[in-house]
């Protein structure tokens, strides 16, 4: 999923899913099924919050499509949270389940608030109340919620506490993300940030070059970004640059990874102890680098800065953060770009591994769960770069192409096309 210039993130997909079809030989009515959601659920949710006073707060749920199976995707709790995004991102997680072969479909959901203003009941009582609100629709063989933006092990803990209750049986296969002792699978947490280290490592054989010789901005400190500085550390690059939602620290020496993370605060939140030498985010992504992973949040690589850009390798770790204009501008200059659809894949990986588990009632080491979701992304990358090479087309085409065509495979064998 990326986005146009002037910031549509639903409409640059939509480009891109008929661009994709179109090449795979589908016909219009094919692109008019796929380009938008099946279902999209508007609900209000009333929170009485601590002071007494009841707040009501707008949610979201949108279903993409279901040909393959049920449908699967987080739910974001974020201020900026609108209709748009939630429509693009269910799209994008079809195309995403489509790229590492999973038997789903995409969903999202979101609910418009800002949890860093939230007490911890209060953010209790608004997970509770968006499930309540949506739970006609989901369930485990219809659409499985996640974690996603400013959402955790917890707030899925509490969905799941309030599902089970409304339909009066334990469900753990109803949500994924959640805590080890109520069925989360071992390997969740790191999912997106082991997916996306195995993605770099790809990219850098196909450039010839050795991990413990590259150097790496992670732009955002939060989940992925965080633990992905640390794996990438671990493995022997140089991480010269991070940053958070304040600015960016960059060092061409390599920044002392450790330290930032163990001042890091729950949001990812470190550079605010280093104002005399931070600098910008818009700085970070134009300094001397090997590897830029953009980690946080959508339309960060622009037309603007796009000729600026100084690594040889783009890895998108976080949704749409290259827009439609700069994919190409990065991709004619020869960068190799590993869009988000394939590179963020390790999430739902992980969590589809986690919905297994729930439904067989056997659950797996660490070292299993790695190496499943190591042999997918391989496979992944591979089908993506193949197809990228033998039909000339750039990183992202060529990842849409191969995540659409399985979900389109499905809907002309049921008859919908």
């Not at 279903?63 to 994008?92: C, M, Y």
């Not at 700069?326 to 190799?336: E, F, H, N, W």
């Given at each position: 999923m990326t986005a146009t210039d002037n910031g549509n993130v639903l409409t640059?997909?939509?480009?891109?899913?008929g661009q994709a079809l179109k090449r795979l030989g589908y016909t219009e009515e094919?692109?008019?099924?796929?380009?938008?959601?099946?279902?999209?659920?508007?609900?209000?949710?009333?929170?009485?919050?601590?002071?007494?006073?009841?707040?009501?707060?707008?949610?979201?749920?949108?279903?993409?499509?279901?040909?393959?199976?049920?449908?699967?995707?987080?739910?974001?709790?974020?201020?900026?949270?609108?209709?748009?995004?939630?429509?693009?991102?269910?799209?994008?997680?079809?195309?995403?389940?489509?790229?590492?072969?999973?038997?789903?479909?995409?969903?999202?959901?979101?609910?418009?608030?800002?949890p860093r203003q939230m007490s911890f009941r209060e953010l209790?009582?608004?997970?509770?109340?968006?499930?309540?609100?949506?739970?006609?629709?989901?369930?485990?063989?219809?659409?499985?919620?996640?974690?996603d933006v400013m959402t955790n092990s917890q707030i899925m803990a509490w969905m799941f506490d309030e599902y089970s209750r409304i339909r009066e049986f334990d469900a753990p296969g109803f949500i994924t993300?959640?805590?080890?002792?109520?069925?989360?699978?071992?390997?969740?947490?790191?999912?997106?940030?082991?997916?996306?280290?195995?993605?770099?490592?790809?990219?850098?054989?196909?450039?010839?070059?050795?991990?413990?010789?590259a150097r790496v901005i992670v732009?955002?400190?939060?989940?992925?970004?965080?633990?992905?500085?640390?794996?990438?550390?671990?493995?022997g690059a140089k991480v010269v640059g991070i940053s958070?939602?304040?600015?960016?620290?960059?060092?061409?020496?390599?920044?002392?990874?450790?330290?930032?993370?163990?001042?890091?605060?729950?949001?990812?939140?470190?550079?605010?102890?280093?104002?005399?030498?931070a600098i910008t985010n818009e700085q970070l992504l134009v300094q001397d680098c090997d590897i830029l992973v953009p980690a946080a949040i959508e339309n960060q690589i622009t037309a603007r800065n796009a000729h600026e850009i100084k690594a040889s390798i783009i890895v998108e770790a976080a949704n749409g953060p290259t827009t439609l204009e700069?994919?190409?501008?990065?991709?004619?200059?020869?960068?190799?770009?590993?869009?988000?659809?394939?590179?963020?894949a390790g999430g739902v990986i992980v969590s589809y591994f986690e919905w297994v588990q729930n439904n067989q009632g056997y659950y797996w080491t660490e070292e299993e769960v790695h190496e499943k979701l190591e042999a997918m992304m391989v496979k992944g990358f591979d089908n993506v770069y193949q197809t990228?090479?033998?039909?000339?087309?750039?990183?992202?085409?060529?990842?849409?192409?191969?995540?659409?065509?399985?979900?389109?495979?499905?809907a002309r064998y049921r008859g919908w096309v």
């Open positions: 640059s997909t939509q480009t891109i899913i094919m692109y008019e099924l796929l380009k938008e959601p099946m279902r999209v659920l508007t609900v209000r949710i009333p929170v009485r919050m601590d002071d007494g006073v009841v707040k009501v707060f707008t949610g979201y749920r949108a279903q993409h499509n279901d040909a393959v199976g049920p449908t699967k995707g987080g739910v974001r709790f974020h201020p900026d949270v609108t209709e748009d995004e939630v429509k693009a991102l269910s799209i994008w997680m079809s195309l995403k389940c489509g790229i590492v072969d999973l038997p789903y479909g995409g969903g999202k959901g979101g609910v418009v608030c800002d209790e009582r608004l997970s509770r109340g968006y499930v309540r609100a949506v739970s006609q629709i989901v369930g485990p063989t219809k659409d499985i919620p996640a974690p993300g959640k805590p080890i002792v109520l069925g989360g699978s071992h390997g969740r947490e790191t999912a997106t940030a082991k997916g996306v280290t195995i993605m770099i490592r790809e990219a850098l054989k196909k450039r010839g070059i050795d991990v413990r010789d732009q955002g400190f939060g989940n992925a970004g965080s633990y992905l500085s640390k794996f990438m550390h671990e493995a958070d939602v304040y600015g960016a620290l960059y060092d061409p020496e390599g920044l002392d990874i450790e330290y930032l993370l163990d001042k890091r605060d729950s949001f990812g939140t470190v550079t605010k102890l280093f104002e005399k030498t700069a994919t190409k501008i990065v991709s004619d200059r020869g960068i190799l770009l590993v869009p988000d659809v394939l590179a963020s990228h090479a033998t039909r000339g087309v750039d990183m992202r085409l060529a990842a849409y192409m191969v995540g659409v065509r399985k979900m389109a495979e499905a």
